[in-house]
């Protein structure tokens, strides 16, 4: 557009030249005309050859004229081509900037005000005045008015064309503006993308973790379920086993551990504490007491023999709770020894305790021989 631009001053300077040389001219043939008065025909062909070359000066003048206006137009299509051009890269940047399409309207009015209005009635004006004037009397005038009418369009057309390019300008850094403002806009549309995605990432995580969450706490509560269900079982285990060591209860006693002793008599009845234990299956005799305390409720079978001399009575009672139950009693003149036994089964509850009692002015003897015995064993619970 610069070198196009550059043209333009050959083309006006050719112009202003054409037009001083055709003053002079004139001028130079009118002044012969004045001083030679007296030769008729060197006048005449004067005037025939000024006539020839003024037609000449005109009719190459409004060529170069017209090629000059050609080139202008071709110049300003160009500028409108590029414009609008611009003008659809900017309404597709930014559809919202109505602002371009009313500079290109008026521009476009310029235009066509400018080229059709001004131009052609211009070029044609000089080329019928050119045709149909005198060639003597118009030339001249004619020719000055057609130039100065072509250098002010031609003025006029090169400020139209400064206004245009600093429109181009203006547009082409708005173009530049839009377009760091659009790849602005990619830039946060990738990280807003990246961004959803990696929030798309952290939902995922979290729906898993929250699944997970529930599973841990599902096995959780399986693992409690699985524990109680455990402790239970150890429970059921333990009370399995202690019901199954309970329900190995049995035991058997005699009356002294060393020696031999007669025990008794006694103006009351007295417990007898049968020292030398045989087996205590349970541990519920105590053979410091010589009781017996059931450890589970069921069913217990109790035997017991007592042995002495047969001067004094024999005798023994078999003692639930306080409670007498079973007695073993012999009294004989006989010089022999004397003995008794008994024994009963009995229902207890957990805690009863069974003993034995020395009857009333009765005695017992015992030795290492083991004549006097306490037994007692579970048959069943209950």
């Not at 150890?234 to 202690?242: F, M």
């Not at 049968?274 to 035997?303: C, D, L, Q």
Request: charged fraction near 25%; glycine fraction near 4%; proline fraction near 3%.
């Amino acid at each position: 557009m610069r070198s196009k631009m550059t043209m333009l001053f050959p083309l006006l300077l050719l112009t202003f030249l054409s037009t001083v040389r055709l003053e002079t001219e004139s001028d130079n043939e009118i002044i012969p005309q004045l001083t030679e008065t007296g030769s008729q025909e060197r006048g005449q062909a004067n005037a025939s050859d000024q006539q020839h070359n003024c037609v000449t000066d005109v009719n190459s003048v409004l060529r170069e004229m017209s090629a000059l206006l050609g080139e202008l137009k071709v110049e300003v299509r160009y500028l409108r081509e590029d414009n609008e051009a611009q003008a659809a890269k900017v309404r597709e940047l930014e559809l919202q900037k109505t602002e371009l399409d009313k500079l290109k309207e008026q521009y476009q009015v310029r235009l066509e005000i400018n080229s059709d209005s001004k131009i052609t009635p211009l070029l044609n004006q000089g080329m019928e005045t050119a045709q149909t004037s005198d060639p003597e009397q118009t030339c001249k005038p004619d020719i000055n008015s057609v130039l100065r009418e072509m250098s002010a369009l031609l003025a006029e057309l090169k400020a139209e064309i400064r206004h245009l390019q600093k429109e181009n300008e203006a547009q082409a850094a708005k173009v530049r503006e839009l377009e760091l403002q659009k790849t602005e806009l990619d830039k946060l549309k990738e990280q807003q993308q990246a961004q959803a995605a990696k929030v798309k990432e952290l939902e995922l995580l979290r729906a898993e973790m929250d699944k997970l969450k529930q599973e841990s706490q599902a096995q959780g509560g399986e693992l409690i379920t699985i524990k109680s269900r455990a402790n239970i079982t150890e429970n059921q285990v333990e009370a399995l086993k202690r019901e199954a060591e309970v329900k190995r209860v049995a035991f058997s006693a005699s009356l002294l551990g060393t020696g031999s002793q007669n025990i008794g008599p006694f103006n009351t009845h007295m417990p007898l504490v049968f020292k030398y234990v045989v087996s205590n299956i349970g541990n519920a005799y105590n053979s410091h007491t010589g009781s017996f305390t059931a450890p589970v409720r069921g069913a217990y079978h109790f035997e017991f023999y007592v042995y002495g001399h047969n001067s004094h009575p024999l005798g023994a009672v078999l003692v639930k709770n306080g409670e007498h139950i079973f007695i073993a009693y012999q009294h004989s003149t006989s010089p022999h020894s004397i003995s008794s036994s008994n024994g009963v089964t009995l229902l207890l509850e957990v805690g009863d305790v069974v003993f034995l009692r020395l009857w009333i002015n009765a005695w017992i003897f015992d030795n290492e021989n083991r004549h006097s015995t306490f037994s007692g064993h579970l048959l069943f619970t209950m």
